[in-house]
């Protein structure tokens, strides 16, 4: 048995690790990531990648701990998975942190958008401003007022095509939700494969103790 959820803990560790690969390089997240300069949404991923890549190595060692029933083995495997599961939690958390809605990202989104409408005079804050608003449907960093607030004209870019009408969400509130799509599969395998490395724990623990038990029954009938 803890030989297959040594398998399925790897397949779920090479899941998240080819996840997080692609979040980081995908070219669509990527460039919102370098266009609003929020890099720190790249922590949790990174130390995703991180446990996950050690728990494809650490996988190899539960599987030959149980194949050859070492004690030894066995309670370095367990430190492993509760070091492990320290990992996930806390990537997991981390990267929650910095995706979702009413969390530390949004913020930092929220002060990037003002900045650019403050400097959308300039050339590039203003290519970069459009290419926001444009591509999410969004309106300034919290909804059109932003624009009234800081004594801007509202740009073409805010307007539906179509409608006319500006945009009713702000860009903070589209970007958290781009973000989170992008990144719930990340958390919810790394979350899953956290409470597998418990199971792994407790199996480990049932193991050492059967051993035990057989190695007291052995020397019980060598005498």
């Known amino acids: 048995m803890l030989l297959f959820m040594n398998i399925i803990t790897w397949m779920l560790a090479t899941a998240i690790f080819a996840l997080c690969l692609w979040i980081r390089f995908e070219p669509g997240f990527q460039d919102w990531i370098e ?7 790249y922590i949790g991923p990174y130390i995703l990648t991180v446990i996950s890549a050690v ?23 367990i430190g492993t998975q509760l070091l492990v599961f320290v990992g996930y939690v806390a990537g997991t958390a981390i990267l929650l942190n910095f995706t979702t809605k009413n969390s ?12 650019l409408i403050m400097n959308k005079h300039y050339q590039k804050g203003q290519e970069t401003l459009a290419l926001i608003q444009e591509h999410i449907g969004c309106c300034g960093a919290d909804g059109p007022d932003d624009y009234i607030f800081l004594r801007q004209p509202l740009p073409s870019q805010c307007r539906d095509t179509v409608t006319g009408n500006a945009f ?8 958290t939700w781009f973000f989170e799509e992008k990144c719930a599969w990340i958390a919810a395998l790394a979350m899953t494969n ?3 490395h418990i199971i792994n724990v407790v199996m480990s623990f049932i193991l050492t ?6 190695e007291n029954e052995a020397e019980t009938y060598r005498r």
Do not use: D, T
């Open 55 to 77: 728990v494809m190595i650490v996988s190899f060692l539960g599987c030959l701990s149980s194949l050859q029933e070492s004690s030894f083995l066995i309670f370095i495997f």
């Open 209 to 214: 103790q059967a051993i035990r038990k057989e």
């Open 35 to 41: 266009v609003l300069e929020i890099q720190v949404v």
């Open 194 to 196: 956290a409470m597998i």
């Open 168 to 175: 009713f969400h702000g860009c903070v509130e589209e970007m």
């Open 104 to 115: 530390a990202i949004q913020p930092i989104i929220r002060e990037s958008m003002r900045r």
